[in-house]
């Protein structure tokens, strides 16, 4: 771990970023990335923490907590975004607000060559969804990202897409 | 095989049984294609929300609203095929266990928006109730005649207890006439929003 990343605790700033937007749900398909933020939320008694089967039951979680009063975020790895295509239709059509944080694999320093193929394509998918892209490589843009991210979603009723970089979160360590 | 209606009950008098004297508690999401038909037919109301696409994702709007919402009751109704592509989210729902949330399936074995093919459940293929089980839904009804369906109502009235409710009714494959409802889907999300109190 190198000295930038020891002094931005960017997991820990995305969860305050959370709380000051107001976030009540959270659903979540697991991913070694998203790991802390996701304890951290399970222990919150004030947000929903709802563990998905697959990605796109977030998208429908999203549109009902919204339709009943409360602001939903999304966490998975850049292989869930495939799982939602049909499903965002559904934000896009009735403008729900949907924030869909991205832990990316497949880029920097990939072991897997299995996780290139849905990687490689998740900024353009996310375009094609008429979402707003915000990437974080570095750990100190983190929380600027998230934030704008919060506003241009909640603010507009609109889909945005924070996506985290495999350079920010780190390489996979895989041991036999 | 045989696409002709083969017994079960009439989807529009079960969906108008299901929605009278409904109360202002009640919110009502159905899933695309015939129970969607079916809940406009039963009357119009801003706290339904439509869809009019979004396969598979009708239970898990109820459940972001149920979540969102404990003091009212949310039914998602929807048919097999729909109940099908997103089967996985009774298993998101059996472990959240909202005791505000009643998913009913309207199941008539066939695909009815798409030519009356047949649906996994067709002949017994694929018991949805057995599913909704063994996902931990504890409450689950299976209805075959009018008087479950009697009793299926009583308990959506109050819908109260230790966790979710699942129904599945064995439905008529017989089709009935389309009716539309508004299919403008930010304005079917601002008036439910507004009908709610919240802003639209």
């Given at each position: 771990m190198n000295a930038s990343v020891a002094a931005v605790d960017w997991p820990e700033q995305l969860y305050?970023?959370?709380?000051?937007?107001?976030?009540?749900?959270?659903?979540?398909?697991?991913?070694?990335?998203?790991?802390?933020?996701?304890?951290?939320?399970?222990?919150?008694?004030?947000?929903?923490?709802?563990?998905?089967?697959?990605?796109?039951?977030?998208?429908?979680?999203?549109?009902?907590?919204?339709?009943?009063?409360?602001r939903a975020v999304l966490l998975m790895q850049s292989s869930g975004v495939g799982n939602c295509v049909n499903m965002l239709s559904l934000a896009r059509t009735c403008r729900f607000p949907l924030l869909m944080m991205i832990t990316m694999r497949g880029e920097w320093e990939e072991f897997n060559p299995w996780q290139q193929p849905m990687g490689s394509i998740v900024e353009p998918v996310m375009k094609l969804n008429e979402a707003e892209i915000y990437r974080a490589t570095k750990p100190e843009e983190v929380e600027g990202l998230a934030e704008r991210a919060v506003q241009h979603v909640f603010g507009d009723e609109r889909i945005a897409a924070l996506i985290l970089s495999q350079q920010l979160i780190g390489k996979k360590v895989w041991t036999k | 095989m045989s696409a002709q209606p083969t017994g079960g009950l009439d989807r529009r008098a079960a969906m108008a049984a299901l929605l009278a004297d409904r109360g202002d508690d009640l919110v009502a999401v159905p899933g695309l294609g015939s129970t969607c038909w079916d809940l406009a037919a039963a009357g119009d109301n801003d706290r339904n929300f439509y869809l009019w696409g979004a396969m598979g994702g009708a239970a898990m709007v109820g459940l972001g609203l149920a979540l969102a919402q404990p003091e009212r009751r949310v039914l998602v109704v929807t048919g097999d095929g729909e109940m099908l592509m997103g089967m996985g989210s009774l298993a998101t729902i059996g472990i959240q266990k909202p005791a505000n949330l009643a998913v009913v399936v309207f199941d008539n074995g066939h695909y009815g928006e798409t030519g009356m093919q047949p649906s996994h459940t067709h002949g017994g293929g694929v018991d949805l109730v057995a599913v909704a089980r063994g996902c931990g839904i504890e409450t689950t009804v299976d209805v075959r005649d009018e008087a479950g369906l009697a009793a299926l109502v009583g308990r959506i009235k109050t819908l109260s207890g230790e966790g979710p409710l699942f129904a599945r009714l064995a439905i008529s494959a017989a089709e009935a006439p389309r009716v539309l409802p508004e299919r403008d889907g930010v304005v079917l999300k601002n008036r439910f929003r507004a009908a709610i109190g919240l802003k639209a």
């Open positions: 305050a970023t959370l709380k000051r937007a107001g976030i009540r749900q959270v659903g979540y398909v697991p991913d070694a990335g998203h790991a802390r933020l996701i304890d951290r939320v399970r222990a919150d008694p004030d947000i929903h923490d709802v563990v998905l089967s697959t990605e796109e039951e977030g998208i429908a979680l999203a549109a009902g907590a919204w339709l009943g009063g409360q | -």
